[in-house]
Each structure stands twice: as C-alpha cells, then as structure tokens.
C-alpha cells in the first residue's frame, strides 16, 4: 500500500490494543490527515491483560487499565467513536457501516477487531460468565467481592486465562477450583514435555486444579451453583468460564475479504488493495501460499500497530523484530515464551532447574532454535533473544550461552 497522503481518510475499527496504537502511531510518525477510531465498546482504549490479573484481584482500578485518557483522542486530533460497532465493510470502496446507519467513507481501513470470548453453554444455565471485556471483569470483581473469605468459585479451562483467574481469585482470599478438560493444561501451545514441568504450579500455589474433567451442567440455586461433573458434584459460590476465544467476523461475510480463521493478511498486514488487518484477527502469510498463523498475544498487536503506523505514515520500517512473544503471570509465577515453536519441538534446558521453580528451556528443531521458553526467568529469556530472533544453530546457542552472561 502507498504511503498516506494529508487527504486520506483512516478508518481503524477495533478501538483496543491494535486499533489505539495504530491512531497514535499515524500521529508519531507524521500522518496528518483524518483519522476515525470506531469501538463497540463504550469505554476509552483499554489494556485486557491486566483484567484476568491486577484488575480481577483488585488491585488495580479502572484508570490503570486505560491505553488513553479522557482528551488524548482530541488533543491527537483522532475522532473516537466509542459504543458504535461496525457492521459492513464495501472493501473496495473503503467504505465502513456503522451500526447506527451512519456510513463512513474512508480512502484506507485498517480491522483491529480482536476476537470474543468462546462460549461456555450448559443444558440449564446457557451461557456462563466470560472474561475479555472490562465490562465482564467488572462484574465478576463485583461478584467476588459479596462472596465471604475461603468460599468457592469454580474457573471451567485452565489454560492461561483460566490459571490467570484462579491466581486473582486466590489472591482475593476465596478459593478457585479450576477444571481442565485436557489431561494436562498448556500442551497446546508449549508441548507435552514444558506443559508437563508446569503441571505442578497450581498445586504448588495451594490452588486446586482438576484435569481430565467433563463439566456436564451447571445449575443456578439461590445462593450457590452445582457444578455437574462426570463423575460426581461441586458446590460453588461462583462459576465463570476460560475456555478460549471465538472469532466474530460475520459481518465481515460479503464484504470481499478472505476469511480463514481469522482476517487473512500478507506479511505487511494487507487483506484488500485498501483494507489491513492487526492484531488478535490478522492471519499471516508470510510465505505465499502457506495458511498463516494468527496469534492472539499483546505484543504481536502492538507490533502490528507500529509496524503498519510506520509502512503507512511512510517513516522508517520497524527496528523490532517480528519474534512473537507472550507472558502470562499464573500460580504465583510467570510464564513467558518466545519465537515460533511447534509443541513437537526438542526442548532443551538451559538455565535453573525445575526443582527451583525458575528455568528456561530452549525449542529447536532440526538443530535451529525455534524458541525460548521461561519459568520466572525474564533476563535469561530476554537475553536469549537474540538467538531466536536471528534463528541461530542450536550448537552456537549453547556455546555462546548468553544467559550465563
Ligand atoms: C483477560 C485477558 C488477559 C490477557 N492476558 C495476556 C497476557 O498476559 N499476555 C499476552 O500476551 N496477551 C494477553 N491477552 C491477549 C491480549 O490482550 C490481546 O492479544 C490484545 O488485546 C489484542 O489486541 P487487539 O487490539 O487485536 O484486540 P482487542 O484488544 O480485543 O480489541 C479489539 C476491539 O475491537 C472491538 N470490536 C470488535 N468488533 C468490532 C466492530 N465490529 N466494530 C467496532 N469495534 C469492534 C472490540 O470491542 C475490542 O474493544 C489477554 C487477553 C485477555 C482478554
């Protein structure tokens, strides 16, 4: 796509991570023509990690989450709209439906729309409380805070939003049951061998973690909820649901976009001659004719955003290197992982030992590092950086060893 010129008009729908920092990076490098931000939501840009964490124990408020102040919107001169969710998008005319009938004609688009919370359904109470909105860890935080020390409350998934919940829910002085599915959390996305490691940190943290559990039911009493489980029953004072996310993108249907899990983009995030995407939707080609990956981590949207600001505005392309990364504090401790790996990668430890509770592991493949993973390790994974981003032999890597530095 060209770089913009002073009468283009952007319009970023998603008003979240991706979407805010695209407006603010257009202005940081020079755009100065119109830009409109639409979001559904009808709060100012703000951050979801801390939700499931600081938020959700209760340490942090409302203000602390916001990307951007009441007035920063004015003073960038970007139009907000906030509470008003697109509903069509003309592709080739650039052209956005609001759901309030307005029409926005734009000369580029930019779909920064995230992803929603997956569903949880039971036969008697339908859909159960989620967590991905401010709205939603509002009313769970309220929820919590009428319950009484020690009561329990009950988090269906125990993947990283599930652990998340149970930690803040623990550190709120109640206690989280955490059902998992899987016979073990995490394998997915870290692999068996890493997934096993941490399969210890509920249990180490004092936080009950049941795996391998079919929730059949839930069903709402007066005070409590009967949590219905294959093979028996739990009382609970709260249930809520972390299941995973879910795509929303049927308003996208027709608009001339391909769709395939995710808003399909090429590696400068363009879905149409016109029209890009970032964030938690965008997936990536990198290699033509590959399906791409789409992930949902907070630094790969707002590596997006600054890389499209920057191709857009026409400054320099992006020093940061396009290496995903993701965290998540759970259990007392913090996860983190770098790079590409596939969970049939070699893990090879590298630093700390497991008995301590604080390592890092290396992922190759063919004898290349694919990635880095950490246990409460963030200067080893940090200095190991480099390798991953430079797809080092795994041989060089350990000689070099620059975590030992
Ligand atoms: C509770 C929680 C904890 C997390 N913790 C971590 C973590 O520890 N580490 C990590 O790496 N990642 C974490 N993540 C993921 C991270 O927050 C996301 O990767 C990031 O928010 C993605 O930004 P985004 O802008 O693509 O999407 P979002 O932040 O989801 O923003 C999308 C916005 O678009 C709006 N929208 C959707 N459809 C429309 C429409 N049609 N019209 C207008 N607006 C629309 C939505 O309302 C939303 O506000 C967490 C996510 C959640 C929910």
């Known amino acids: ?28 490098h020079g755009f100065t023509g119109r830009v409109t931000v639409v ?35 004015a003073e960038l001169g970007v139009d907000l709209r906030r509470g008003v969710r697109a509903v069509a998008l003309d592709a080739d005319a650039a052209e956005v439906l609001l759901a309030d009938g307005s029409r926005l004609a734009a000369t580029r688009v930019a779909l920064a729309v995230g992803v929603g919370a997956r569903p949880f359904t039971t036969p008697s109470s339908g859909a159960l409380a989620t967590l991905r909105t401010l709205d939603d860890a509002a009313a769970l935080r309220e929820r919590l805070e009428r319950l009484e020390p020690g009561e329990r409350v009950v988090v269906v998934g125990g993947g990283f939003l599930g652990a998340e919940v149970a930690t803040s829910i623990a550190a709120s002085g109640l206690t989280p049951v955490v059902l998992e599915a899987a016979a073990r959390p995490l394998v997915g996305p870290l692999g068996e061998e890493v997934a096993g490691w941490l399969a210890g940190l509920a249990g180490e943290a004092s936080i009950e973690l049941r795996t391998g559990v079919v ?38 249907e027709g608009s001339g976009l391909a769709l395939d899990d995710g808003i399909v983009v090429d590696a400068s995030l363009e879905a149409a001659p016109r029209v890009a995407a970032l964030g938690d939707v965008a997936r990536v080609v ?37 290496t995903p990364y993701f965290w ?49 390790q963030p200067r080893a994974l940090m200095l190991a950086k480099p390798l991953v981003d430079a797809d080092a032999r795994l041989d060089d890597a350990l000689a070099e060893a620059p975590w030992e530095r």
Not at 310 to 315: K, N, V
Not at 360 to 375: K, S
Request: proline share 5%.
């Open 39 to 73: 979001g559904a939501e009808p709060h100012l840009p703000y951050d979801r990690p801390p939700l499931s964490k600081q938020f959700l124990a209760g340490r942090w408020d409302r203000d602390r989450v916001a990307l951007a102040g009441e007035g920063r919107a």
């Open 286 to 322: 990198e290699v033509a004719g590959e399906r791409g990956v789409r992930r949902e981590h907070w630094q790969v949207a707002a590596d997006h955003a600054e890389a499209l600001a920057r191709a857009w505005a026409g400054a320099e392309p992006s020093a940061l290197a396009a």
């Open 215 to 252: 929730v059949r039911d839930v069903v709402a009493g007066t005070e409590s909820w009967t949590v219905e489980l294959a093979d028996g029953v739990l009382e609970a004072r709260e249930v809520v649901a972390a299941v995973g996310s879910r795509l929303e993108l049927g308003w996208l």
């Open 328 to 376: 998540s504090d759970q259990y007392g401790k913090k996860i983190q992982l770098l790079g590409r790996p596939r969970p049939s990668d070699d893990v090879v430890p590298v630093v700390g030992s497991r008995g301590a509770g604080r390592w890092m592991a290396l992922y190759a493949r063919r004898g290349v590092v694919t990635g880095a993973v950490a246990l409460s």
């Open 1 to 28: 796509m060209d770089v913009l010129a002073p009468d283009d008009h952007v319009v970023v729908v998603g008003a979240g991570l991706a979407g805010w920092r695209l407006a603010e990076g257009l202005r940081r």
